[in-house]
């Protein structure tokens, strides 16, 4: 993923924010 720097951090970080939601969704169920 971060073969792509100038699209790389928009990705990653939506992909970090959602992994994060879905773990406290799990995590509080």
């Not at 699209?7 to 169920?29: K, P």
Request: proline fraction near 3%.
């Amino acid at each position: 993923m971060t073969a792509v720097p100038f699209c790389g951090d928009s990705t990653i970080s939506i992909i970090e924010l959602l992994q994060i939601f879905l773990y406290v969704r799990s995590w509080s169920l």
